[in-house]
C-alpha cells in the first residue's frame, strides 16, 4: 500500500494476500482503499492486484427496524426543538462544533428518534454505518423527505464524503429543505442535489 496514487509513493505497508479491503474510488490504476470499515482512505494499491469478493448480505433487518423511525426522524430534523436538541447533543460531543459537525449532528438526530447509531464525526464514517445497517442507495433525482444525502469527496483533507444532511422536504429534482450544521437558527433551509455553490449530492441513503 503506497501513500499516493502511483509507484512514486512512499511505501506505507505490505497487505497480506487475501486482504479485504473496500475501494473508495479509483484514481487512474490505483485503488484508495479503507482496511478499517470506517469510511476513511487509509492508502492506495495498484487496481489489477484487486480481485472483487462476494458481497456479505446487508442487514436488512437494521434498515427495517430503522425505518420503523422515519417519521420520528423527519419529526426531529423539521422542528426547532429537535434541531436544537440535535445541536446541542453535537456540540457537547464535537469541540469546535458546528466546524466540521455534519455527522455529529446527523448523529444525534438519528439517535434522539430512536435509531441506535454511535455518536460519529466524519460524514464517510456515518454513511457506511448507514450502509452497513442495510439502508439503501437511492439515485439523485429520486430522493424524498427522510433520505440522508452523502456529498461526493471534493475535498481530500480529511478523505471521505464531504458533508451528510437529512432530506426534510423536496421540490423537484433538484431543490430540497434540508437539516444539517450549517445554519445558524433551529430551523431546515434550501439545498440543491446538484450544489449549486457547495458540495454536490452523490447519493442518498434510505431505511426501508
Known amino acids: 500500500m503506497r501513500?499516493?496514487?502511483?509507484a512514486e509513493f512512499d511505501i506505507t505497508s505490505l497487505l497480506p494476500?487475501?486482504?479485504l479491503v473496500s475501494i473508495i474510488k479509483i484514481v487512474d490504476s490505483w485503488a484508495m482503499i479503507d482496511l478499517e470499515g470506517d469510511g476513511i482512505a487509509d492508502g492506495f494499491v495498484s487496481a489489477p492486484?484487486?480481485?472483487?469478493?462476494?458481497?456479505?448480505?446487508?442487514n436488512t433487518a437494521g434498515a427495517t427496524l430503522d425505518a420503523v423511525h422515519a417519521s420520528e426522524f423527519l419529526k426531529q430534523g423539521s422542528t426547532a426543538a429537535g434541531l436544537k436538541a440535535?445541536?446541542?447533543a453535537a456540540a457537547a460531543s464535537?469541540?469546535?462544533?458546528?466546524t466540521n459537525g455534519c455527522a455529529a449532528h446527523l448523529s444525534a438526530l438519528l439517535r434522539h428518534s430512536g435509531i441506535e447509531v454511535p455518536m460519529t464525526l466524519g460524514a464517510g464514517k456515518l454513511a457506511h454505518i448507514l450502509r452497513d445497517r442495510g439502508w439503501t442507495r437511492i439515485d439523485i433525482g429520486n430522493q424524498q423527505p427522510g433520505d440522508v444525502g452523502v456529498c461526493f469527496d471534493n475535498d481530500p483533507t480529511p478523505v471521505g464524503a464531504d458533508h451528510v444532511y437529512l432530506v426534510v422536504s423536496t421540490s423537484g429534482a433538484?431543490?430540497?429543505?434540508?437539516?444539517?450544521n450549517q445554519r445558524t437558527t433551529d430551523a431546515p433551509h434550501?439545498?440543491?442535489a446538484s450544489g449549486q455553490g457547495k458540495t454536490p449530492t452523490e447519493y442518498f441513503l434510505r431505511a426501508i
Not at 433538484?174 to 444539517?180: F, L, S, T, V, W
Open 190 to 192: 434550501v439545498r440543491f
Open 49 to 58: 492486484f484487486l480481485s472483487s469478493v462476494a458481497a456479505s448480505t446487508p
Open 3 to 6: 501513500s499516493g496514487p502511483g
Open 86 to 88: 440535535a445541536r446541542e
Open 17 to 19: 494476500h487475501g486482504a
Open 174 to 180: 433538484d431543490e430540497m429543505m434540508i437539516a444539517d
Open 94 to 98: 464535537l469541540p469546535g462544533y458546528p
